[in-house]
């Protein structure tokens, strides 16, 4: 698990906080959390980094954007409810852990 | 520069998105409001803050809406999308560029957005966010309303000031 996020944007400790929310839901208790900040223009290009904060779950974005310019800037959000946020919200990482889990397993079967 | 509740703020003019000046003057109440294109803190609280516009219109509130965002380093709040957004969202204030960023700079604006509420006499009666909780549309700027019925009915605004909450004012290098 790794949280880019960036020092312009104050949604950094807010994130971090619905991440591990969201982990203790899905009884995750081992998982190791990689904080990596970006610093400049030139890192935000070498890590495709569209705004902060971005969740990777197993290198996969938790809301793989679309055509997000990358740079140092906040991220928008869109919640299911239609609501404009700068974190993604509980279900959408529930969501982004269920999948991991689902790769996981199918990986395990298919080994 | 940072104004202190009570002091008198700064006279400007800028142009709107059609290139007409707008300064803060000439109202019983006017609401400066830093905000920028890309902000999710700015985007999140933009109904609100376009609706207490709209219901405080007719009490002779005046919003002046401004992006002081360095549009070189940020596309995304240069003139064009400012004029794209007014027209799409059909906004019933004017949305001013502040180019210079001096606005900003006399205001010691700090993020999108920052709301500077003035009295008559231009002195500076509220500052901070919209209210609480930009995730909460329930609560519908309630700082700020409350500011403007303070300032409308000669109270002081209780709070006067709360911290702003938004992304940094993005600065010229």
Same mark, same amino acid.
Request: charged share 25%; proline share 8%; glycine share 6%.
């Given at each position: 698990?790794?949280?880019?996020?960036?020092?312009?944007?104050?949604?950094?400790?807010?994130?971090?906080?619905?991440?591990?929310?969201?982990?203790?839901?899905?009884?995750?208790?081992?998982?190791?959390?990689?904080?990596?900040?970006?610093?400049?223009?030139?890192?935000?290009?070498?890590?495709?980094?569209?705004?902060?904060?971005?969740?990777?779950?197993?290198?996969?974005?938790?809301?793989?954007?679309?055509?997000?310019?990358?740079?140092?800037?906040?991220?928008?959000?869109?919640?299911?409810?239609?609501?404009?946020?700068?974190?993604?919200?509980?279900?959408?990482?529930?969501?982004?852990?269920?999948?991991?889990?689902?790769?996981?397993?199918?990986?395990?079967?298919?080994? | 520069?940072?104004?202190?509740?009570?002091?008198?703020?700064?006279?400007?003019?800028?142009?709107?998105?059609?290139?007409?000046?707008?300064?803060?003057?000439?109202?019983?109440?006017?609401?400066?409001?830093?905000?920028?294109?890309?902000?999710?803190?700015?985007?999140?609280?933009?109904?609100?803050?376009?609706?207490?516009?709209?219901?405080?219109?007719? /009490?002779?509130?005046?919003?002046?809406?401004?992006?002081?965002?360095?549009?070189?380093?940020?596309?995304?709040?240069?003139?064009?999308?400012?004029?794209? /957004?007014?027209?799409?969202?059909?906004?019933?204030?004017?949305?001013?560029?502040?180019?210079?960023?001096?606005?900003?700079?006399?205001?010691?604006?700090?993020?999108?957005?920052?709301?500077?509420?003035?009295?008559?006499?231009?002195?500076?009666?509220? /500052?901070?966010?919209?209210?609480?909780?930009?995730?909460?549309?329930?609560?519908?700027?309630?700082?700020?309303?409350?500011?403007?019925?303070?300032?409308?009915?000669? /109270?002081?605004?209780?709070?006067?000031?709360?911290?702003?909450?938004?992304?940094?004012?993005?600065?010229?290098?």
């Amino acid at each position: 698990m790794e949280l880019l996020w960036w020092a312009g944007c104050p949604s950094t400790d807010r994130a971090l906080s619905e991440l591990r929310a969201a982990l203790q839901d899905a009884g995750i208790s081992n998982a190791d959390i990689r904080m990596t900040e970006i610093r400049s223009e030139e890192e935000a290009q070498g890590r495709a980094f569209v705004g902060s904060p971005t969740i990777l779950v197993d290198g996969e974005d938790v809301a793989p954007p679309s055509e997000e310019p990358v740079g140092l800037t906040c991220r928008v959000y869109r919640r299911p409810e239609g609501t404009v946020s700068p974190t993604p919200g509980p279900e959408t990482l529930r969501e982004a852990l269920r999948r991991a889990r689902e790769r996981t397993t199918h990986e395990e079967v298919t080994r | 520069m940072t104004i202190a509740i009570g002091q008198q703020a700064a006279h400007f003019q800028l142009p709107d998105t059609e290139g007409e000046s707008h300064s803060p003057d000439g109202n019983p109440a006017t609401v400066v409001v830093f905000t920028c294109n890309h902000c999710p803190y700015a985007l999140a609280w933009h109904d609100r803050i376009m609706e207490a516009a709209r219901d405080y219109y007719g /009490r002779g509130v005046r919003f002046l809406v401004i992006n002081s965002n360095d549009a070189d380093r940020y596309p995304r709040d240069s003139l064009e999308a400012m004029k794209r /957004r007014v027209t799409q969202e059909q906004w019933p204030v004017p949305y001013l560029h502040d180019s210079s960023q001096e606005v900003a700079s006399a205001y010691g604006a700090k993020t999108t957005p920052d709301i500077f509420v003035l009295d008559a006499e231009r002195r500076l009666r509220y /500052r901070g966010a919209p209210d609480s909780d930009y995730g909460d549309p329930s609560q519908n700027a309630a700082w700020l309303r409350g500011a403007l019925d303070a300032v409308l009915e000669g /109270r002081a605004p209780e709070p006067a000031e709360t911290k702003p909450v938004g992304c940094s004012i993005k600065w010229k290098a």
